[in-house]
């Protein structure tokens, strides 16, 4: 009979063992070494039973055993020293103090967050980030307060059909069974929150609160018995459902997410935040419950609580796949957001403007959620270097007339933090031989005086933990897909530690090409089985439920790994988490990533094998695209744009193959006379040198704090100040002019000089602009100039601001100057006037420029 209600018995613990129930509800615990000691003696064999969960280990271990702890000295002085090492992190100064300027606090909404597989509430690269990004707050003392949904059910938990097919079950999650607690107010009751739905609905929500180090992080849960049962199903599963459960999924995050932090601020005492995150569109709604605020409370306009909102808001876009980006249809968010449940202060029109594609080759049908968190955020950013220029590609229509290279999106390169991705043995040794980088992240190039046989020994043992791993998964996968004892017994053979070991783990989309491997079938067997040089490769992944496509793709590589010739040297690995995340990029050689480029926004799983010690071989795509540099890994060559889909594949995999066979595999296994390969070491620990300073969350989380969070903060308060005097006036001002603005225009422009100039002479430019009734204060008028490409376009412009503006007659302005000339070659300039205001961010900001019509008969110059 199965039970109607699951829920979870909490163990009352001994009195001298309480500090375990501090330990267990700080999610530190999940990258502190030594807490999981602890842990791990309180029940060895339990530990692993439980998969390393110290909740469940607690709720699961012998009272006779706990009885018997209580008693024991040595655990107990170890006990109160990891409490009292716990308190000291959560209370001293870290990183972050020492800085004067920085926000007071910051809201971090993510729909999802990989912090540690004992809270399974994510499903690929964008959550794991996330629960890196809190870590790395936690570590560095940057005063974040994580905002997300509970879901009851996670994503889902994979196996395999007989015949490779993937199958999904969703486990349901007690949250009293979680490190979490209930969020409750000063009278000890749970804090409960609420947003309108139509026909006068409310759906109703309350609060799990997870302590990650010193970051709370606030988890949303509708499964509460006021709600109806379609409204406890909202936070069932991650991604799941259609439009509109979706939508009030991201209703929830984004609306409830703001009124759950304003009551965990009134009763925790914690700063209100002067900023918030936004990462991609899914909590974008957190803006329009921002604006309403602003005008229930300060009485603001619209456009006004707009800009206010704007100044202390960063949106970060994770994805080049349109698909990725959330889009409803707009009469969905119409029935939502207007009719009854429409807030007089927060017009549904003005929503719908704000999500709406209206620029060349939208869809004027849809709301667009990633348009929305654009427009409500001055500060907006991709993911790496490359995801920023296929973000300005991919929006640019946002910002009107403006170059793509000048849309104000820019780059910040993801980090990861190497407390949970690098492998204790690593951090050993590395605090053994150059403890300035364990201790104060300095000295990396000391990693290059590092002892080859040591580093080479640590590699061995962290790859033979993964084949041993790889050996248990394996067999309980071919257990649950009916394998007798008989079929199974050449599991104990599978892999080999001294082996060459690639790894290969992601989401499984089209565009990751999980079965790039597989081009040439035979190709691929001859490298996994060379008798001098084999190879073996570990894969692992998940396809969407709703994926049919991706679901082919794993099914292919499980039945080539099913092959008996084969399948001791390449295995697929059912239900990817974090742990086997760890397990893979700890103990691979080398780590594998074959996307189509550029549709890999950046892929972090090959920054945390290349700070433990692999090489990357890789498609030049997302993080790998700007730092590669030749001897930290191989590029395998791409061929998008040259190409068909199918010549593109054929094309990249025998790239794939020649590399694998006369470059990586030969470089493994050259060996000098005491077994080691020299040359492969001095790649491995160029790597480590060159790469771990860069790809560290902690990079990544300074770059945010200077360059997003401490800005945006100081906008925020220059527009709230004086009664949000600031946002009055912009947005007073933006109103003037873009009223104006048809009637700006460059009506002129004329230069004087010779035909062709010589290099470091100047080149006369006087314009004649009709400023439509505008102030010359509101506007810039200025001469974009340089090197000029065959279609005339101006490459990497610098700009020459035109002033001290004369009458030209009829209300127009003459503006003068001289353009430097400093280099030979082509040339050319062209002129044109933007906005200009103290507040805004960027010239780009509103998306108007007015520029000269079609030259007649005006020519670039050939400097000599």
């Known amino acids: 009979m199965k039970a109607i209600r699951r829920f979870t018995v909490r163990t009352v613990l001994p009195e001298p063992l309480r500090p375990l129930e501090e330990l267990v509800l700080n999610l530190r615990w999940s990258w502190h070494h030594e807490t999981l000691d602890l842990f791990h003696d309180v029940d060895p064999t339990l530990w692993d039973e439980v998969r390393q969960d110290p909740v469940r280990l607690l709720g699961e271990v012998d009272p006779e055993r706990l009885e018997l702890l209580a008693r024991d000295r040595r655990f107990l002085r170890r006990l109160h020293d990891t409490a009292d090492d716990l308190r000291d992190y959560l209370n001293e100064p870290r990183w972050y103090q020492s800085l004067a300027d920085g926000p007071r606090a910051v809201a971090y909404f993510s729909p999802e967050y990989g912090i540690t597989a004992a809270l399974p509430q994510y499903s690929g690269g964008l959550g794991i980030l996330a629960g890196d990004h809190l870590k790395t707050a936690s570590d560095m003392g940057v005063p974040i307060i994580g905002v997300g949904l509970l879901y009851r059910h996670g994503y889902f938990s994979q196996s395999l059909s007989p015949d490779g097919w993937q199958l999904e079950r969703y486990p349901p999650i007690d949250p009293n069974g979680l490190p979490l607690t209930l969020l409750r107010d000063e009278n000890a009751d749970p804090v409960g929150i609420s947003i309108g739905l139509p026909q006068g609905r409310d759906l109703h929500a309350q609060v799990w609160l997870a302590r990650v180090g010193r970051v709370p992080q606030l988890l949303l849960d509708s499964d509460v018995e006021v709600n109806d049962q379609p409204a406890r199903d909202i936070t069932d599963r991650l991604y799941g459902g259609g439009g509109d459960h979706r939508l009030l999924q991201e209703m929830l995050l984004g609306i409830g997410g703001v009124r759950a932090i304003r009551a965990y601020c009134r009763i925790s005492g914690h700063a209100e935040p002067e900023v918030f995150h936004t990462n991609e569109g899914h909590a974008g709604f957190l803006g329009l419950e921002r604006i309403r605020e602003l005008i229930s409370d300060e009485g603001l306009g619209f456009d006004e609580a707009l800009e206010a909102t704007r100044a202390g808001t960063v949106f970060t876009t994770h994805t080049p796949v349109p698909a990725g980006i959330d889009r409803f249809p707009r009469e969905l968010v119409r029935r939502y957001f207007g009719g009854a449940n429409e807030d007089h202060d927060v017009p549904v029109e003005r929503i719908l403007e704000l999500g709406a594609e209206d620029y060349p080759d939208g869809d004027p049908t849809v709301f667009n959620m990633a348009v929305m968190g654009m427009r409500l955020a001055q500060r907006v950013n991709g993911v790496s270097t490359l995801h920023g220029e296929v973000s300005r590609e991919m929006f640019g229509g946002l910002w009107g007339g403006f170059d793509r290279a000048e849309v104000p999106i820019g780059s910040i390169t993801n980090g990861v933090h190497a407390g949970t991705w690098v492998g204790r043995e690593i951090l050993e040794l590395a605090s053994r031989e150059v403890p300035s980088v364990v201790e104060a992240g300095q000295g990396w190039e000391k990693v290059r005086d590092v002892s080859e046989r040591e580093m080479w020994r640590v590699r061995r043992v962290l790859r033979e933990r993964l084949v041993q791993s790889a ?12 394998a007798g004892e008989a079929e199974t017994a050449w599991i104990d053979e599978a892999l080999d530690p001294d082996v060459l070991t690639i790894g290969f783990a992601r989401r499984v989309p089209s565009y990751k090409r999980l079965t790039l491997m597989m081009r040439d079938p035979e190709r691929l067997r001859a490298i996994l089985l060379d008798p001098d040089r084999p190879v073996q490769i570990v894969i692992a992944g998940k396809a969407h439920p709703a994926d049919e496509g991706g679901k082919r793709l794993i099914q292919a590589i499980v039945r080539f790994a099913d092959a008996e010739d084969v399948r001791h040297r390449v295995v697929f690995l059912p239900d990817y988490d974090i742990a086997l995340g760890r397990l893979l990029v700890q103990g691979c050689d080398v780590w594998l990533n074959t996307p189509l480029r550029p549709l890999e926004a950046c892929g972090t799983s090959g ?69 080691l390969p020299r040359r492969w070491l001095e790649m491995v620990k160029h790597t480590i040198a060159t790469l771990g300073p860069k790809v560290l969350a902690t990079r990544m989380l300074r770059d945010y704090v200077t360059e997003c969070y401490t800005p945006a903060a100081s906008s925020a308060r220059a527009m709230g100040a004086d009664g949000y005097a600031g946002a009055r006036s912009l947005a007073a001002w933006k109103q003037r002019i873009r009223k104006a603005w048809p009637g700006v225009a460059v009506e002129h422009v004329e230069t004087q000089g010779e035909e062709s100039p010589h290099v470091g002479t100047r080149l006369p430019v006087r314009v004649v602009v009709d400023l439509g009734g505008l102030e010359p204060s509101d506007v810039t008028v200025e001469v974009a100039h340089g090197r000029v490409d065959e279609t005339d376009a ?45 507040m805004l961010a960027d010239r780009a900001e509103m998306g108007l420029v007015a520029v000269p019509p079609p030259p007649h008969g005006m020519t670039n110059g050939d400097l000599r």
Not at 471 to 482: I, K, N, Y
Not at 833 to 838: D, I, K, T
Request: net charge negative; glycine share 12%.
């Open 794 to 838: 101006i490459a990497e412009p610098s700009y020459l601001e035109l002033t001290r503006p004369e009458p030209a007659g009829d209300g127009r302005l003459r503006y003068a100057g001289e353009v430097p000339l400093v280099r030979s070659g082509a040339f050319g300039y062209s002129v044109r006037v933007v906005p200009r205001h103290e």
């Open 471 to 482: 050996r248990t998964r394996l067999g309980e996968s071919w257990r649950t897909r009916g």
């Open 607 to 675: 920054m945390k094998a290349a700070l433990n010690g692999a090489l990357n071989l890789s498609v030049r795509d997302g993080w790998w695209d700007e730092w590669h540099d030749g001897q930290n890994g191989w590029a395998i060559p791409s061929a998008d744009g040259l190409a068909g889909p199918d010549r593109r594949d054929a094309l990249e995999a025998a790239a794939l193959y020649e590399l694998l066979e006369d470059h990586v595999s030969a470089m493994f296994y050259d060996r000098d006379a005491s077994g």
